[in-house]
């Protein structure tokens, strides 16, 4: 049977991302697996990049780039370090299903804070770190049925290791 030593999960933190931990948590206890957790900060599509650096100019631009990318890191640590932010996101996530993050193998989660094109990011993370799983939430589509989005199909596609996807929550 295939283990998985590190498995990679990456989350946009939506309440999908939080089910997603679940499963991601007990197969990390199943196997005694490292927990790598990414979120990546999606990158501005060049085109729109020249129009406002245009409108405002490339030094006020970058700033509010800067700004922007501090802001959002701030706004995901809580003001505290990543480790420790993301230590109380993982506790939360198993208080909440009744599981002890210590006994699912996540109390010293990596966590990976990144900016840049989400699915290279993903793919190149992976590479980086050994990874022998990616794990990624659908989300609900349009219609309340299960959506795979461009992102999650392009890991598929990309990826050199096993992608599993994990539907929304069901609803009750």
């Known amino acids: 049977m295939e283990t998985y030593k590190t498995i990679l999960f990456t989350s946009n933190l939506s309440e999908n991302s939080r089910y997603a931990f679940i499963h991601a948590a007990r197969l990390a206890r199943g196997f005694g697996s490292k927990i790598i957790l990414l979120y990546v900060i999606d990158e501005m599509p ?31 640590t809580g003001k ?36 840049g094109d989400v699915v290279k990011t993903i793919l190149e993370q992976s590479e ?28 598929l596609k990309g990826a050199k290791v096993p992608v599993m996807v994990v539907p929304p929550a069901p609803s009750h």
């Open 80 to 115: 505290v370090s990543s480790k420790q932010w993301i230590q109380v996101a993982l506790n939360a996530f198993c208080d909440d299903e009744g599981i002890s993050a210590a006994e699912h193998g996540v109390a010293e989660p990596e966590v990976i804070i990144s900016e």
């Open 46 to 76: 060049q085109q729109l990049h020249y129009r406002i650096s245009a409108l405002y100019g490339e030094v006020r631009w970058k700033e509010m780039l800067e700004s922007h990318v501090k802001e959002a890191k701030r706004t995901l």
């Open 128 to 155: 980086l770190s050994n990874c022998d799983l990616i794990i990624m939430g659908a989300s609900k589509g349009l219609l309340s049925g299960t959506s795979v989005g461009n992102t999650i199909k392009s890991v």
